[in-house]
Nanobody
Framework: VQLQASGGGLVQAGGSLGLSCTAP????????VGWFRQSPGKEREFVAV????????DYTDSVKGRFTIYRANARKTVTLQMSNLKPEDTAVYYC????????????????????WGQGTQVTVSS
């Protein structure tokens, strides 16, 4: 499935941004969808996931309580709502998807996903 990520931008520390992941001409209702991020010189890092089936979500510890992932728009969009942003959240954010389920341990692994969006830059200034 082709994915499109959008919503990045420049924000001051403490601010909020919402990222959206969509698949043109289809829904994502039977996909597990995750968000990853990558900073220069660092490996791609798991941020959050909404798993299929059901509404099970998981987050990396550094964003718990600040980020929320949810499905919207009749399950055509997966949104990552980010609040209380910190400079260390600065990265290129990617959405990724896999049809069906991914085990709780495997959701952290980028290789478990078979579709990726193009990435959207999030920059948090101090």
């Amino acid at each position: 499935v082709q994915l499109q990520a959008s919503g990045g931008g420049l924000v001051q520390a403490g601010g909020s941004l919402g990222l959206s992941c969509t698949a043109p001409r289809r829904t994502l209702h039977n996909f597990t969808v995750g968000w990853f991020r990558q900073s220069p010189g660092k490996e791609r890092e798991f941020v959050a996931v909404t798993r299929w089936p059901g509404a099970d979500t998981d987050y990396t510890d550094s964003v718990k309580g600040r980020f929320t992932i949810y499905r919207a728009n009749a399950r055509k969009t997966v949104t990552l709502q980010m609040s209380n942003l910190k400079p260390e959240d600065t990265a290129v954010y990617y959405c990724a998807a896999k049809r069906g389920s991914i085990s709780r341990s495997d959701v952290l692994n980028p290789a478990a996903y078979d579709s990726w969006g193009q990435g959207t830059q999030v920059t948090v200034s101090s």
